[in-house]
T-cell receptor, first 116, second 111 residues
């Protein structure tokens, strides 16, 4: 399977705990994105990496959130001191931009986080 | 302030008929648009895209139309099939290559 892989698929945690999600992008893709989706909303952009460099962060990404992509391959998203409002589907996507402006993002199946 | 808007939360059509999903955007600098399809508990999957230099792109049963002057695009599915039942998201490509999504339209195709 050469698609985007996310682990775990589901995470249930208690408020105040830390959680970490992992994303393995498609191997030749140098761009990696994190999105969050809540019920009734479209995916909302959180942050993006080009290789190992984190190039943009949304204002949605509070100080409790941190993302890394240490070797330009897999990425982790950590949420510290989780709150009930963090409950959402966290989606990872990757892409390989070409010379032309047309590119598409390939999404993983997401990690569904429930904060009790 | 939503830059990409899908004003119809849901749409129901009969199998074999045409489905038309609509999308409006506010930023005239957007130059590339995509439609994604999403099933429950799965990530969005790419369906079709269009560059702003075109007004139509067709792929099998799926056609996307772009009206730049109206900042409007639509996705036509014909003929609609029950397997097309899903949530459809319209997205515009932002300056960093990230996608800006609408809230989605849930399509139900009834046999």
């Amino acid at each position: 399977d050469t698609g985007v892989s996310q682990n775990p698929r589901h995470k249930i945690t208690k408020r105040g705990q830390n959680v970490t999600f992992r994303c393995d992008p498609i191997s030749e893709h140098n761009r990696l994105y994190w999105y969050r989706q809540t019920l009734g909303q479209g995916p909302e952009f959180l942050t993006y990496f080009q290789n190992e460099a984190q190039l943009e962060k949304s204002r949605l990404l509070s100080d409790r959130f941190s993302a890394e992509r240490p070797k330009g391959s897999f990425s982790t998203l950590e949420i510290q001191r989780t709150e009930q409002g963090d409950s959402a589907m966290y989606l990872c996507a990757s892409s390989a931009p070409r010379v032309a402006t047309n590119e598409k993002l390939f999404f993983g199946s997401g990690t569904q986080l429930s904060v009790l | 302030d939503q830059q990409v808007k899908q004003n119809s939360p849901s749409l129901s059509v009969q199998e074999g008929r045409i489905s038309i999903l609509n999308c409006d955007y506010t930023n005239s600098m957007f130059d590339y648009f995509l439609w994604y399809k999403k099933y429950p508990a799965e990530g969005p999957t790419f369906l079709i895209s269009i560059s702003s230099i075109k007004d139509k792109n067709e792929d099998g049963r799926f056609t996307v139309f772009l009206n730049k002057s109206a900042k409007h695009l639509s996705l036509h599915i014909v003929p609609s099939q029950p397997g097309d039942s899903a949530v459809y998201f319209c997205a515009a490509k932002g300056s960093q290559g990230n996608l800006i999504f609408g809230k989605g339209t849930k399509l139900s195709v009834k046999p």
